[in-house]
């Protein structure tokens, strides 16, 4: 897991900060274009809303032109208007359309409305308040300049707001039109009285008199289109946030799914290993088993033959020493049959070691068949057998009823075999010979114990006392061959107990087992 | 009427010397015929071998077999005495110094009809030979001999 893992952590990072860079990017052209997008719309809302002004007034014009004047004409022809009657209210469409306007301008108020600008805007008007500002005869003079220029479009920021300003030239003077705005002379009467001074006339054919000027804001168009595709490009953002988080946390998933493949390989692996040094230590176990097994069958051989081999013989050695005492005794002297005596008796006793040698041999080999086993009942059967071999003996047996334990009912026979009969043997030369087998708890366990007030040992060689062969008493004393409590002992750790002994020369033994 | 005869598988010549010996002691004065190891005591039996053209139809009142032999065991020369249908019913008492459970076992579940294990005692082991003598000789009743 090193530097293999890290890298491929910090790689899709890096490249997560390239995505992040790309989408602002796209986002900076996109808002830009749209920008431009939301600049044209208001564009062009403001010049629909400037035609439809203009066109409104131009039809106002024409109906005042075309309508209205021929009334008044014929109505003054008919002499019900005086000839010198003339009230720009009702008669000039300029002034008729100026106050439309002021009035239209005020309804746009009242609704809530910016006001669009309006005006016919003249160099010489009649009326001052026509008279063309710094802009607007600028842009008349540049019309009559150039006849080719049909209009002129400018954005304006007034106040911090965005107007579409639009100027068309308005009037070009034909020849009707000299009638009131030629040489004053010639005007009608009314005309003249009407408006003193030079305004409105001295006028020529083909000139540009007067320009529309007209300045409608964008303002309002803008909040609108600021809201939608802010909105919108704001979804739009988030959309790609999303998608960029979800990139990114897929990218996270694949990564961390893969570092916990990694991780599954790994303890696979592992797995791998604890399971073949299970099999190998299982093989080991397999193969030591078999060994034993094979030590085992080996001992067998081995007890076997020794049973065979070594008793065969000792027979002999015993047999035809009897058949030399039967033979020819009466040519052997005392010392003689003495020693031949001592033949056979040493050949008894190598029977006798031999057997319990075979006999340790054989309880310490074999299987445990662990079952509940009455142990007082047991000790008393063995008192019993002994009574019987010695029913001149007056040994006084205190067992304790109701002793059980979990063991190996034949092994067990033979450690009480063992323990009682050498407390038997050992009390042989004691008075008031008491034997006893009982129960006592020691440090939270329970102990069992066969006590007798016999010969006891010295417990210097206590040590001693569960080795085989050996013996703490002589043969003349005591017979015995020294295996019964090495079998013992075998037995009791066999079944996973301990075995220790108390003694003192001359006042019996005691031995502590637990099974 | 013929004597009853023995027949003794021993390999041991102590043992073979002691056990007649015995036999003597204890005033059993039948015919003990010695096969020295397995093959010889079959082929005793059977007429073949060493004993080929002996008369089959005298067969040993009892045989003393021991287990431990040269060539073929004292187990496998029961076995073989128990299928021949000449001498599967002849009395076989195993005679050993053996005295493993497994032997045991398997002599009698090979059709042993005792288990007597020689004690290093020579005076036990003539006792034994004694026993062995007035219960085989005397108060057994020998099966039919079977004539082929």
Known sequence: MGAESRSSVSQPGRQYRKIAVVVLGVTFVVAAGLYHLARLYVLNEAERNIQAVLLTHKGLHRYIQEVMHPVFYSLRAEGMVSEKFYAPEIFSSTFIVRNQHKAYNEERTAAGLEEIYYKMAALNPRNPVNKADALEEKLIRRFNDNKEIKDYREVVRINGKDYLYVALPFLVNQERCMKCHGDREDAPLGLQALYPGLGGFGEKVGDIRAIESIRAPMEQQYYLLYIVFGSSFAGLLVLAGLLFFNARLREMVRTRTHELEQEVVERRRAEEEVRQVNEELENRVEERTAQIAAANKELDAFAYSVSHDLRAPLRGIDGFSLALLEDYGERFDEKAKDYLGRVRAGCLRMGELIDDMLQLSRLSRGEIHREEVDLSTMAGEIAEELRRGAPQRRVAFEITPGIRVLGDAILLRAVLDNLLGNAWKFTAKTEEARITFGRQEEGGKDLLFVRDNGAGFDMAYAGKLFGAFQRLHSLQEFAGTGIGLATVQRIIHRHGGTIRAEGEVGHGATFYFSV | ?148
């Not at chain 2, 294990?117 to 079977?146: C, M, T």
């Open chain 2, 1 to 148: 009427m013929r004597t009853k005869m023995i027949l003794l598988v021993e390999d041991n010549p102590d043992d073979e010397a002691l056990t007649l010996r015995a036999l003597k002691k204890n005033n059993i004065l039948n015919e003990v015929v010695v096969a020295r190891d397995g093959v010889e005591a079959l082929d005793f039996l059977c007429g073949t071998g060493a004993h080929a053209g002996r008369d089959l139809a005298r067969m040993p009142e009892v045989i003393l077999l021991d287990i431990n032999l040269p060539r073929i065991n004292g187990l496998e020369v029961l076995e073989k005495i128990r299928a021949n249908e000449r001498t599967r019913l002849l009395p076989v008492v195993i005679l050993t110094t053996s005295n493993e459970e497994q032997d045991k076992l398997k002599s009698y579940t090979l059709g042993a009809n005792s288990f007597i294990r020689k004690p290093v005692d020579f005076q036990q082991f003539s006792e034994a030979i004694r026993h062995l003598g007035i219960y085989w000789l005397l108060l057994n009743q020998s099966p039919p001999v079977i004539r082929s």
